[in-house]
């Protein structure tokens, strides 16, 4: 069977390739309806990764957020119809300890293998999760939220001392799911989020205390911190976390930089501080994430960082949507209809 494969071939340049789906009795076959960006997606959209990782990466199709209904499903374990979120990490061989996807031969669509913006996707059962119940536009950002719980899991799993105050740096998408999966995990601690933009900040109602990340005050400390910042934001964002975090605190560092970034391991060493490296999920985080948006008011909560639905029935509307991302304040989810 012929597929329809929408494939960034070069910047801003997107085109329509066939590629034959698997129809093996292990493959479970969905239609995604519902998908959302990304800004790795919007790196690759604009050309802003290095032009040798471009050319080994390219061409391919983005977006590894998306929702959508299976159509063909001979393992038996999802009726046709039945609404899922697809998981995008393929993972490799195993090792003992290591998470799937920290594997660096696991596979992960949307970079450098085709993602989600196809006609149908064919994907081992284990990759699919239902969601059926759950509002579409919520689960388009399941892999988002997914994200939030895998970094928190790996935070309990780290963390030594008292869990009272918990900063989150970062007044966007990923410092939103993290400060909300932290309050609903740690219902007791005092969860503060840093950031530079007042009217994101006003949005975090479900946060104790918000911050300009210019005017702490001078006694302000917290236990523990995640950096959710990315970009340049990092070297600012890690080092006032590291100016500020009480000692032997854990630093979950989840912001992706293009660029090297100096932090004062002098203080670190001092503080006798623990950095962890948090990226992307696995299956239990998805699981989780399902059942926290089947949670009541969650989905609600999760509403308030959806920014725009922009419906898709032509490339054109892929480049639309992709351009109103730029300006869209946090999440762009596209109502997939190709």
Same mark, same amino acid.
């Given at each position: 069977?012929?597929?329809?494969?929408?494939q960034?071939?070069a910047?801003?340049?997107?085109?329509?390739?066939?590629?034959?789906?698997?129809?093996?009795?292990?493959?479970?076959?969905?239609?995604?309806?519902?998908?959302?960006?990304c800004?790795?997606?919007?790196?690759?959209?604009?050309?802003e !990764?290095?032009?040798?990782?471009?050319?080994?990466k390219?061409?391919?199709?983005?977006?590894?957020?998306?929702?959508?209904?299976?159509?063909?499903?001979?393992?038996?374990?999802?009726?046709?119809?039945?609404?899922?979120?697809?998981?995008?990490?393929?993972?490799?061989?195993?090792?003992?300890?290591?998470?799937p996807?920290?594997?660096?031969?696991?596979?992960?669509?949307?970079?450098?293998?085709d993602?989600?913006?196809?006609?149908?996707?064919?994907?081992?059962?284990?990759?699919?999760?239902s969601?059926?119940?759950?509002?579409?536009?919520?689960?388009?950002?399941?892999?988002?939220?997914?994200?939030?719980?895998?970094?928190?899991?790996?935070?309990?799993?780290?963390?030594?001392?008292?869990?009272? !105050?918990?900063g989150?740096?970062?007044?966007g998408?990923?410092?939103?799911?993290?400060?909300?999966?932290?309050?609903?995990?740690?219902?007791?601690a005092?969860?503060c989020?840093?950031?530079?933009?007042?009217?994101?900040?006003?949005?975090?109602?479900?946060?104790d205390?918000?911050?300009?990340?210019?005017a702490?005050?001078?006694?302000?400390?917290?236990?523990?911190?995640?950096?959710?910042?990315?970009?340049?934001?990092?070297y600012?964002?890690g080092?006032?976390?590291?100016?500020?975090?009480?000692?032997?605190?854990?630093?979950?560092?989840?912001?992706?930089?293009e660029?090297?970034?100096?932090?004062?391991? !002098?203080m670190?060493?001092?503080?006798?501080?623990?950095?962890?490296?948090c990226?992307?999920?696995?299956r239990?985080?998805?699981?989780?994430?399902?059942?926290?948006?089947r949670?009541p008011?969650?989905?609600?909560?999760v509403?308030?960082?959806?920014?725009?639905?922009?419906?898709?029935?032509?490339?054109?509307?892929i480049?639309?949507?992709?351009?109103?991302d730029?300006?869209?304040?946090?999440?762009?989810?596209?109502h997939?209809?190709?």
């Amino acid at each position: 069977m012929i597929n329809y494969v929408y494939q960034l071939i070069a910047p801003r340049t997107i085109t329509v390739k066939y590629k034959a789906l698997d129809l093996s009795p292990d493959r479970v076959i969905v239609r995604p309806d519902y998908m959302a960006i990304c800004h790795a997606d919007q790196r690759y959209y604009k050309g802003e !990764r290095d032009a040798a990782v471009l050319k080994k990466k390219l061409p391919m199709a983005l977006i590894h957020e998306a929702t959508g209904r299976v159509v063909r499903d001979p393992t038996g374990h999802f009726s046709v119809g039945e609404r899922v979120v697809m998981i995008p990490n393929q993972p490799g061989t195993p090792l003992e300890g290591v998470y799937p996807n920290y594997l660096r031969d696991s596979r992960f669509f949307s970079s450098g293998y085709d993602g989600f913006m196809r006609e149908l996707v064919d994907l081992p059962a284990d990759r699919v999760v239902s969601c059926e119940g759950v509002d579409p536009v919520q689960a388009a950002v399941s892999e988002f939220i997914s994200v939030a719980f895998h970094a928190v899991a790996r935070f309990e799993r780290a963390v030594q001392t008292p869990v009272g !105050r918990i900063g989150v740096w970062g007044d966007g998408g990923l410092g939103y799911l993290v400060s909300l999966v932290l309050k609903h995990r740690f219902p007791e601690a005092k969860i503060c989020v840093i950031g530079l933009d007042e009217v994101k900040l006003s949005r975090f109602t479900h946060a104790d205390e918000t911050y300009n990340s210019t005017a702490l005050p001078g006694d302000f400390a917290v236990d523990h911190a995640f950096e959710c910042c990315g970009g340049s934001g990092c070297y600012y964002a890690g080092n006032q976390v590291i100016d500020v975090i009480r000692p032997q605190g854990v630093l979950m560092l989840m912001g992706v930089s293009e660029k090297e970034v100096p932090y004062n391991t !002098r203080m670190v060493l001092e503080k006798g501080l623990t950095l962890v490296g948090c990226s992307r999920s696995d299956r239990p985080d998805f699981e989780a994430t399902v059942a926290f948006l089947r949670a009541p008011g969650m989905a609600q909560r999760v509403a308030r960082m959806i920014s725009e639905v922009v419906e898709v029935h032509s490339i054109d509307d892929i480049y639309r949507a992709f351009d109103r991302d730029l300006t869209n304040p946090f999440k762009t989810v596209l109502h997939w209809d190709l």
